[in-house]
């Protein structure tokens, strides 16, 4: 019930958006709140908590800024094309990673992150320091201008709705249930016959190419791929913003990363107040408000129903 | 390639290594004692060179207090008072959350991270403010032969490396040390036989957290001091305790040392990928020895 | 007969001057002025430019009177962090939703060439006066981008020509692995090749690196007479710093600062940064009006004004000066008027503004005094030389810039 509800606000919210706010800085919040639902897949449903989601994030920036800028892609195919390549990377990825548990498993994504990371400073392609400038916005099935900030931001808000479609459907689904089953207990799940592993690894492609999707869509939007999307520091913005909107809700991290995204921005004028801020967020969240926003707003719909 | 410049870059990645090992031997202190990642490892050496800093030059122009602590005091002073936050963030903020999944030390203190940085950078330059209280008994340079190396660095490593290895003696052959491995290995006997299990937990994150602090004082005359001095250095150190081995005091300090010295070489070789060659021998070693080289499988 | 003249004049004039005001309205966007000042607000290029450039701007809008026309002029500034995302993300919401006439500062110039192109596709005026690369006005240059200040070409032609004339002729490289970089090594390298010498070899080092020992070692075995540091700010000083701590100028080779500035100089203090040559393009003690500005500056700021923050005083009083003389902030017009002026400043003489951007002026080859030469704790430079502006620049003959060739 609480889920249609936030669905239907989501719809009519990011429907009617770009004739209250800025359509590019939308934009911006709409990738963040797809990679972040991608985050919290795996961390929210599968228990696992992978520190290494920049390198995808960042890395199908990088393949689409390329194939659309010098190869002359169209912006839809860069943008598959984005988000193939980090199906690929996600499958590597998972298989080395998920063969460790716990904290050993976020280490080695970390660890494989930051390979990337380095593969994305000194690879001549990527431009290094300075990023990949200058992606063309193109045109949408050879004849909508995405140079329109409207047309660009109804084709992101699509790009999420059908990102954020394959995240629910992979919630709500037996898949899920199993995922959710080992996130609780893995050797009770084990013992059922599941092939945990299997379970675990599928959830990461998933996880990981939605993220690349996300990624993906940014380069468009800002016609720049930049080094920072790939730095593991991006992937604690992540986890920061699906834990302030609520792990392991459907709708959390698209609250998380809304939140997140407007305080880091109204508060720019601040310097550096934002990271102190943001730091004492994630603490009192931790420790006091571990539901996050729609985690206790969840809670309090199910409590007025007794 | 000569030898002499082999052994240059081997010097300065010893140099490098010994603040690897200091920092790792902090953190594999604090994970293998107490099963918490403290991201914030990072941060509170940042802290440490903050600290000295701010001791050395801005006590009278922030405090209106015309005391300067010079190098010495702060070697001395800067561990006691990190190792205070660390108390205090232990008792108050950590001990509550021992019965949840560990992910949420890691996330608490990832966010003190952030509070830390964010603090610091609003005060101080992101790219680093020189710290100018280096003893006058160590400036200047030793003749090594096939190159200069200023004094205070070889002091540096020389000092390390006694912290290091007395840490190690203590926890692994003291009485103490044994009560704190007990204490970790099985808290409601050890606390049955008497001993305060809490409080030695306590002293033990304090601890860890003053090792991070000291390395602060002691990279501050070597580096500028800034914000991000943690930062980025925090990967790599947990990268040194994983190859270590997440429990193994020993491990962390040989790795740190040798990975340092490993890093210094790939500068001779191949600089662009210094920084990276950690990564991969983490991989390697997560995939084929997952223990680390020198831990016991928990 | 005359009355009714009398009369009629003065309904015309009154007439006539209610519809003036209405037209240059009209020819203002906005209804107003509006400069942004884009730096490193934070990091390490945070002292050559950062907040000083902000104050910088205001004086110069002060100095101007504080409107154009009768319309207000306003000022808005960011921190970019370095980061060519970060800036061009502010820049392409400024432009969007703030209105902004033109930006200004733009050091690091990763920052920079983005927010140039964006300023080109948006059709905004950007006044370059921190940043060096000359992809400003050669293979990125822009029809609305003015390179004002220095750039990579000016850089070498004064201080590696002079070093390669003192016996420099093997270089070594630590160069700042960015944009900026890049650009100064390459264009240092062809300086120097042109002179006889010969590049030895080359280390790229990431932008705000705290430790250059390894990398300066590897500079002092290559057998190199001079390192040429292909970098700025704060990592020059570190560069110098640790290069005095290892001995490598008393072991025989020369430091080249390839850019440095006044306030590189203040922070090293003259004990390590004496003896020091490199090419500026203002000093502020060159004359009587730079002077009096700096003291000014100095006053405001804390700290005496290096040629960037200068630089955008100047930039940012010619650019309202153009704006006053056009009736009209629109860009094509703005700019076609500032590629007409001769800029006369108390920052620069004779300068013109070349199609395809680059501001063509003088530059200097200063020495960094000894200790025992300085009088104040800003009396830090000696100049050593002129170096005109047809020699510094790039001619419009040989520019790659497509709008020009």
């Known amino acids: ?306 | 390639m000569s030898i002499q410049v082999i052994l240059a870059q081997a010097l300065l990645g010893l140099n490098v290594g010994v603040f690897y090992a200091m920092l790792s031997l902090g953190l594999a202190v604090i994970f293998g004692l107490l099963n918490i990642i403290n991201f914030a490892h990072g941060a509170m050496y940042m802290l440490g060179a903050f600290l000295a800093l701010i001791g050395y030059s801005f006590l009278e122009q922030w405090f209106g207090v015309s005391v300067q602590i010079g190098f010495w005091a702060s070697l001395v002073l800067v561990p006691l008072l990190v190792g205070l936050l660390g108390v205090l963030i232990e008792r108050f903020l950590l001990r509550r959350l021992y019965e949840l999944d560990h992910i949420y030390g890691l996330l608490l203190t990832f966010g003190i991270t952030l509070i830390l940085q964010g603090l610091f950078s609003n005060y101080f330059n992101v790219s680093g403010t020189p710290y100018p209280g280096q003893p006058e008994s160590l400036s200047g340079v030793m003749n090594l032969g096939f190159m200069y190396f200023p004094t205070y660095r070889l002091f540096a490593i020389v000092f390390s490396l006694v912290v290091c290895f007395a840490t190690w003696f203590f926890i692994e052959h003291t009485k103490l040390g044994s009560r704190l491995r007990a204490g970790v290995e099985n808290p409601d006997l050890t606390q049955a036989f008497g001993l305060n299990v809490p409080l030695m937990i306590t002293l033990t994150f304090a601890f860890g957290a003053g090792l991070a602090g000291l390395a602060g004082v002691l990279a501050a005359p070597m580096y500028s001091v800034s914000p991000l001095m943690g930062a980025d250095l925090i990967i790599v150190v947990f990268a040194v305790v994983v190859i270590g081995g997440m429990g193994s005091i020993m491990g962390a300090i040989l790795s740190g040392l040798a990975l340092g010295l490993i890093e210094g070489l790939t500068k001779v070789f191949y600089p662009p990928a210094a920084s990276t060659v950690i990564f991969f021998l983490m991989v390697l070693v997560l995939l084929f020895r997952p223990a680390g080289l020198f831990g016991k499988e928990k | 007969m005359f009355k009714h003249l009398k009369q009629g004049l003065v309904v015309a004039v009154a007439a006539a001057s209610l519809t003036l005001p209405l037209t240059a309205a009209g020819a203002l966007s906005d209804d107003k002025v509006k400069i942004g000042v884009l730096s490193d607000m934070s990091g390490v290029y945070k002292s050559l430019e950062g907040p000083g450039a902000v104050i910088a701007a205001e004086m110069a809008i002060e100095d101007f009177g504080g409107s154009v026309m009768g319309k207000s002029i306003e000022l808005i500034s960011a921190d970019h962090q370095n980061k060519p995302d970060i800036g061009a993300s502010t820049a392409r919401e400024w432009i969007d939703t703030k209105e902004v006439d033109m930006i200004t500062a733009l050091d690091n110039s990763s920052v920079a060439l983005s927010v140039q192109g964006l300023a080109k596709d948006k059709k905004i005026i950007t006044m370059n006066t921190g940043a060096g690369s000359t992809a400003l006005t050669e293979e990125q240059c822009s029809p609305y981008g003015i390179h004002y200040v220095y750039d990579t070409h000016a850089l070498p032609v004064g201080t590696a020509t002079a070093m390669v004339k003192n016996g420099g002729k093997k270089w070594f490289f630590i160069t700042a692995d960015y944009a900026f970089g890049h650009s100064l090594r390459d264009n240092t390298g062809a300086v120097v090749e042109s002179m006889g010498g010969s590049v030895v070899g080359n280390v790229n080092a990431p932008l705000s690196t705290n430790d250059f020992s390894s990398y300066l070692l590897q500079a002092q075995s290559s057998g190199a007479d001079v390192i040429g540091l292909a970098n700025a700010g704060q990592d020059t000083v570190n560069a110098i710093k640790q290069a005095n701590q290892f001995r490598i100028v008393q072991s025989g080779q020369k430091l080249a600062g390839m850019l440095v500035f006044l306030t590189d100089v203040h922070s090293m203090g003259l004990d390590i940064a004496q003896g020091l040559q490199f090419t500026t393009a203002f000093v502020w003690n060159q004359n009587e009006e730079s002077t009096a500005w700096s003291n000014r500056f100095n006053e405001r700021h804390g700290a005496m004004p290096t040629m960037v923050q200068a630089g955008v005083y100047s930039a940012v009083t010619n650019y309202l000066n153009a704006v006053k003389e056009t009736g009209t902030d629109d860009t094509e017009t703005v700019r076609a008027k500032l590629g007409e002026m001769t800029l006369n400043d108390m920052f620069v003489k004779g300068g013109k503004i070349a199609p395809n951007g680059s501001m063509l002026h003088d530059m200097y080859l200063v020495e960094v005094k000894k200790p025992s030469e300085s009088k104040s704790e800003w009396d830090l430079l000696n100049v050593i030389s002129k170096i005109p502006a047809d020699q510094a620049y790039i001619s419009m003959a040989d520019t790659k810039c497509s709008l020009v060739n």
């Open chain 1, 1 to 306: 019930m609480t889920n249609r509800i936030l669905f239907i606000l989501m719809l009519v919210a990011g429907l009617t958006a770009p004739f209250f706010a800025y359509p590019v800085f939308v934009m911006d919040l709409l990738c963040f709140a797809l990679f972040a639902c991608a985050f919290n897949l795996l961390l929210g449903y599968a228990g696992l908590l992978s520190f290494g989601h920049a390198a995808f994030f960042g890395g199908a920036a990088y393949i689409t800024g390329y194939v659309t800028k010098e190869w002359g892609f169209s912006p839809l195919l860069g943008i598959l094309a984005g988000t193939g390549f980090t199906l690929v990377l996600g499958s590597i990825f998972g298989f080395l990673a998920i063969r460790r548990q716990g904290i050993y498993f976020a280490m080695v994504t970390l660890a494989l992150a930051q390979i990337i990371y380095f593969l994305a400073l000194q690879m001549p392609f990527t431009g290094g320091e300075n990023g990949l400038q200058g992606i063309p916005r193109g045109e949408l099935f050879g004849f909508i201008d995405l140079n329109n900030s409207l047309a660009m931001y109804y084709f992101v808000f699509a790009i999420f709705l059908i990102g954020f479609g394959i995240i629910y459907r992979t919630i709500y689904s037996p898949f899920g249930v199993v995922l959710e089953a080992i996130r609780e207990n893995e050797s009770r799940a084990l013992s059922l016959g599941y092939d945990v592993d299997r379970f675990k690894l599928l959830a990461f492609i998933i996880s990981a190419t939605v993220a690349g999707l996300a990624g993906a869509t940014k380069a468009i939007v800002f016609q720049f791929a930049a080094l920072t999307n790939a730095h593991w520091q991006t992937s604690g913005e992540v986890i920061l913003m699906t834990l302030v909107g609520g792990l392991g809700t459907v709708f959390g991290p698209v609250v998380g990363a809304i939140t997140v995204g407007a305080l880091s921005h109204e508060l720019s004028s601040f310097g550096s107040w934002v990271q102190v801020i943001l730091g004492t967020i994630f603490v009192v969240c931790v420790m006091v408000f571990r539901r996050g926003i729609v985690g206790e707003i969840q809670r309090l719909a199910t409590r007025k129903k007794d």
